[in-house]
């Protein structure tokens, strides 16, 4: 064979298609991590935006003040009341004990630097005028009422609008009782509420006679001079037992003023109501049968 027939040396080799150069492809979604959330359709995958909680609004100093204000008042309210508890008399031992010194003694007695003349005496030792003339003079509903005498306070009201002035005190003997026992002579209406409750034990707790010893030998008959039995000795140089009536309505007389009403003053507003009381004794006889 003719060499220059045959095939060129290079055909005879295997020829070698060039690999073709990879091409990028495009990004495809990454598999969802474990544990994310899977997002709902149509919605971009991406971090979640964390939940930030707005903490409350901080109170304004004005009604923070206020809280702590209304805190220490009733710790204070609280306070009071536990100290009224433990203080507060015991109403019920006057039914069988005589009491001893009375606010209004030691009042006196801090205020002035000298000792009450004062000697406590038996229902049954004080003069049956003395009774009557306290009676006629301070309280004469006193055996018809509970402790308070509301027609006696609707007409010194109505008395006091009539004249244009101050009411007249119109106070029960067992009002009075309560405040010379415990109390003082203020107008605080705290303590006017004290006395409203010392009141309703004392009706409760003590007869109405037990009531009315008791104010004849703890009431204030001149200065300084207490109850019927000292106020007997000192003027007239007898028992309270001998009371007469003149004598028993001088003493009663100066009842609401005993620093300057008392027997042996001459001022003319205590010597008429020294007549006065003697005119409402004359006509209550009514009370005989009470005291």
Not at 75 to 93: D, F, K, N, Q, R
Not at 177 to 192: G, I, M
Request: proline residues 10%; hydrophobic residues 35%; aromatic residues 8%.
């Amino acid at each position: 064979m003719d060499p220059d027939a045959s095939e060129p040396e290079s055909e005879l080799e295997p020829r070698h298609e060039p690999t073709p150069e990879p091409q990028p492809q495009e990004d495809s979604p990454s598999p969802e991590e474990p544990g994310s959330p899977a997002g709902e359709e149509g919605l971009p995958h991406g971090p979640t935006t964390p939940v930030v909680e707005q903490a409350p609004p901080p109170v304004p100093a004005r009604r923070r003040g206020c809280v702590r204000a209304a805190l220490i008042l009733l710790a204070l309210g609280l306070a009071g009341v536990g100290w009224e508890a433990v203080t507060w008399p015991e109403v019920a031992a006057l039914a069988r004990e005589a009491p001893g010194k009375t606010a209004f003694m030691r009042r006196w007695e801090r205020r002035t630097g000298r000792t009450v003349s004062w000697r406590w005496v038996p229902y049954s030792r004080i003069s049956p005028h003395l009774k009557r003339a306290v009676l006629v003079g301070e309280d004469i509903n006193f055996f018809s009422h509970d402790g308070f005498d509301t027609a006696e306070l609707k007409k010194a009201l109505e008395d006091a609008w009539k004249e244009r002035r101050l009411p007249r005190g119109a106070s029960t003997l067992s009002q009075q009782v309560a405040k010379n026992l415990w109390l003082t002579p203020s107008y605080n209406p705290l303590r006017k509420a004290k006395e409203a409750l010392l009141t309703v034990q004392l009706e409760h707790d003590l007869s109405k006679r037990r009531i009315l010893e008791i104010y004849l030998n703890v009431a204030e008959l001149g200065p300084g001079i207490y109850g019927a039995e000292a106020a007997a000795r000192h003027y007239f140089g007898s028992s309270a037992a001998e009371l007469t009536e003149p004598q028993a309505a001088a003493l009663a007389a100066g009842l609401p003023n005993p620093d300057d009403w008392h027997p042996g003053s001459t001022r003319r507003a205590y010597t008429y109501r020294v007549r006065l009381i003697l005119r409402r004794m004359a006509k209550a006889q009514f009370l005989w049968k009470m005291i």
